[in-house]
């Protein structure tokens, strides 16, 4: 029986307790939350033990859920980490570039497991793509949401489009040679939109606009590449794919068009969708890495390298507005 302790039980934080009950072979051996109203109503609704003090719930567990505000995750990791328990953490990984330096080093020395939450991962709509050869040449994202002052803490670049900085990353697998930004601090102190430009060095681009100051939501890529178009909708859980001269059995239905080279088949497809929970999902790997010894989906150095793309961004926008 895997014992896990799970730090930070706000809104998200609820969503994990509840994930984890349903998983076999987990015992949440407690919880942190220095919010005693908020420890109460979770005491008495998942009959989960408090501990006021984070180092005695660490000394009772295998493993560390950090579901926490992202100002605390620095100093649960490290303690998690020295006290060699595997750690699950929300992303953004930690709060500082420095932090998170030390992190991915005591993180390469403990030899522990470490996954960052990139929850989109997990999605659905995402998952529907593997087998195919993804290679985008150009991406474009929209990420919107409505105004919640939960989440602004932290800008929007490392709210929102860090989902989608993970995402670029994991498909890309090429390192970054530019980055234009601009974004405007519109309901707090905060860049509360953003749009910014990637250049890779085997020549993608990605465009990616992030706003939560929207009346509506969307969480869209757009991937561009030869001979196809694939479209993920994180939102609505839907995938499209439209594919040049691909006339097999992937495809939903069929066209042929003329060009001047002749007649070209173009073949669009919707890739079956299984209903997965994302947050069970992640959380269940988790545990199946520590359990196999095997690397986690979603590695610290992810989680780090979304990270430090996200704060270049920061500093360009920063440097753009003085």
């Known amino acids: 029986m895997l014992k896990i302790a799970v730090f930070g039980t706000g809104h998200l934080g609820k969503f994990h307790l509840n994930n984890w009950k349903e998983i076999e072979g987990v015992e949440i051996v407690g919880f942190f939350d220095p919010n005693d109203e908020n420890a109460t109503a979770v005491t008495s609704q998942y009959q989960i033990k408090r501990y006021t003090d ?17 100002i605390y995750h620095f100093e649960l990791c490290e303690m998690a980490l020295r006290k060699g328990k595997h750690v699950f953490v929300e992303k953004p990984l930690a709060n500082t570039m420095e932090e998170a330096r030390t992190l991915v080093k005591l993180a390469k020395e403990s030899n522990l497991k470490f996954q960052v939450g990139h929850v989109e991962r997990f999605n659905p709509a995402f998952l529907a793509l593997k087998g195919y050869h993804l290679q985008p040449m150009f991406i ?17 670049i490392l709210d929102l489009m860090i989902h989608d900085l993970d995402i670029i990353l994991h498909l890309v697998k090429s390192n970054v040679s530019y980055i234009s930004a601009n974004g405007v601090a519109v309901m707090s102190d905060t860049p509360d939109i953003a749009n910014v430009r990637i250049e890779f060095d085997n020549g993608c681009v990605a465009n990616l606009t992030s706003s939560r100051i929207s009346l509506k939501k969307m969480r869209k890529i757009r991937l561009f590449q030869k001979d196809a178009y694939i479209g993920i909708d994180f939102l609505e859980k839907k995938t499209e794919i439209i594919r ?12 042929d068009i003329e060009t001047n080279n002749g007649t070209k088949t173009i073949g669009i497809s919707n890739p079956p969708i299984q209903p997965v929970n994302a947050i069970k999902m992640e ?10 010894n095997t690397e986690t989906p979603v590695t610290i150095l992810d989680g780090f390298s ?3 793309i996200a704060h270049l961004i920061l500093e360009k926008i920063n440097n753009a507005q003085h």
């Open 54 to 70: 984070p180092e005695l719930l660490m000394n009772e567990c295998d493993a560390v859920d950090i579901v926490a505000p992202t």
């Open 140 to 156: 474009e994202v929209h990420r919107i949401a409505e105004f919640n002052p939960r989440g602004t803490d932290v800008s929007v």
């Open 244 to 255: 040049l001269n691909q006339n097999d059995d992937k495809n939903d239905f069929s066209f």
């Open 283 to 292: 959380l269940q790997e988790f545990k199946n890495a520590i359990l196999n």
């Open 306 to 308: 979304a990270m430090e």
